[in-house]
């Protein structure tokens, strides 16, 4: 952080190497927040600082804001090494060294909170998600919905799109138990049946493929529900051939991307053989068992490779950057690639967010959602700002919950998600359960010991 300020003198800048603490938006839809934070720059730290701030610009590299009621101006940058040299001595450089190397949360938590976050974001826009944002205003008030309102007979119930979510992963997962189990695997075929036992779970069944209805995301008795599933989703699946594959449909509803978080997740675990075309072109495929448009499956790739770099060290921007270079290989990219730029554009203006997400749609389509999503997670400062802002607009608020919380809750683990979001979320045992089982699955091996994780995903 660097503070400019008349009252150091003209030519004086102070230069502060510090860890943040805690950042807390100090009122709804303000640029203002609060800033606590350890300032290292003095021998023994200088702990439980507070600055408020009203943020003036801000990108993911760098902010510049003013300390309200003063006249100091703040800046604060990711600084390189040589940087740092030029302006620390040792003592306070080896302070801040020592901060940063037990920072962040771990990988197998940011597993975690990218599934509960998906699922976070799903269960907030479960209630509202047929309603227009004057009519989610006029129902909760100015700021929205901010916590889970009655929706499938309670509060923090999941929809479709978090049941899906936890299939694919499933699919990926039983792809990996028979690899180990018997030396050869085809993903597109396992996750294909996995969307099959989920289909099972709505009541229905594909007409050419028998079902294997076992494994114990199946036993799931509160996975038997209804949710408002995609007409897509069930219809695709219903005519699946048994050949996985890019379905026969022209869809690109957002059924398709709003499931594939946990494809990033799993190729992770194996990052040091796979790189990063694979992970967009599973991405694809998983969104295209079902979404046959290039948009409908493009975006799932796109949002896979995110996830996937956002794992990586890679900001957002970064992320989003990588995301977008493959996709413009690809042909029909062009309405995907389009809505990324725009919400990146968007996310760099001062346009009220509520206009911004209404330019860039509802949501109904996936580049739509995935652009909505982007754009949330871009110009949010927390994790709660960004999911209240995916689900108050005009359009599919569950889908864009689900896809903002993926993002935001793999940036920032699960000290991010506010309790009261936890504590009453369905299903939220099996949703940590398969999240570490995706991050543990690396080390699954040809000859174990332990029969029940054959049991829990068998690899037939």
Not at 230 to 236: D, E, K
Not at 298 to 316: D, K, R, Y
Not at 382 to 406: K, M, P, R, Y
């Amino acid at each position: 952080m660097e503070i400019i300020s008349p009252e150091f003198g003209a030519d004086i800048r102070r230069y502060s190497p510090i860890r943040i603490d805690k950042v807390a938006l100090a009122g709804n839809g303000s640029r203002r927040f609060d800033l606590s934070f350890f300032h290292a720059a003095y021998p023994e730290g200088v702990q439980d600082k507070v600055y408020s701030i009203q943020t003036i610009q801000r990108s993911d590299h760098f902010l510049i804001g003013q300390v309200v009621g003063t006249q100091r101006l703040v800046f604060f940058l990711a600084l390189s090494d040589t940087w740092l040299n030029q302006h620390f001595d040792d003592h306070s450089l080896n302070y801040l060294r020592g901060l940063q190397k037990t920072s962040g949360p771990d990988p197998q938590d940011r597993y975690i909170a990218c599934l509960l976050g998906g699922a976070i974001g799903d269960a907030l826009g479960a209630s509202v998600e047929f309603m227009s944002r004057d009519e989610i205003i006029d129902r909760f008030g100015p700021s929205g919905i901010r916590d889970y309102a009655e929706a499938y007979g309670g509060k923090g119930k999941i929809t479709d799109d978090t049941q899906m979510t936890l299939f694919t992963a499933e699919g990926l997962l039983r792809g990996q138990m028979r690899g180990v189990s018997k030396g050869v695997t085809d993903f597109g075929h396992t996750v294909a049946n996995a969307y099959l036992r989920w289909l099972a779970t709505q009541g229905y069944d594909s007409g050419a493929v028998k079902t294997d209805r076992d494994g114990w995301l199946f036993q799931q008795r509160r996975l038997h529900n209804q949710r408002a599933p995609g007409m897509t989703c069930l219809s695709a699946l219903r005519d699946y051939s048994g050949l996985p594959g890019i379905a026969g449909n022209d869809s690109k509803g957002c059924g398709g991307v709003m499931r594939v978080a946990p494809v990033g997740l799993f190729w992770w675990s194996f990052k040091r053989n796979v790189d990063v075309q694979r992970v967009f072109k599973e991405g694809c495929l998983c969104a295209g068992l079902t979404h046959g448009h290039p948009s409908g499956y493009l975006s799932g790739g796109a949002l896979s490779v995110m996830i996937f770099e956002l794992l990586n060290g890679q900001t957002l921007r970064e992320a989003l950057d990588t995301a977008k270079a493959i996709l413009a290989a690809h042909l029909g990219h062009e309405e995907t690639l389009t809505a990324l730029d725009k919400a990146i554009e968007l996310s760099q203006s001062d346009i009220p967010h509520d206009i911004a997400i209404r330019e860039l749609g509802e949501g109904w389509v996936a580049e739509e959602a995935l652009a909505i999503s982007v754009y949330c997670a871009l110009v949010s400062e927390t994790f709660e700002q960004g999911i209240v802002l995916a689900v108050n607009h005009d359009g599919d608020s569950d889908s864009t919950g689900t896809i903002t919380g993926s993002i935001l809750g793999v940036m920032l683990g699960t000290g991010a998600i506010p309790q009261r979001w936890l504590e009453p979320l369905e299903l939220r045992e099996v949703i940590e359960a398969v999240a570490s089982d995706l991050w543990t699955c690396q080390k699954w091996q040809t000859f174990m010991d332990d029969d029940r994780l054959w049991d829990r995903y068998p690899g037939h």
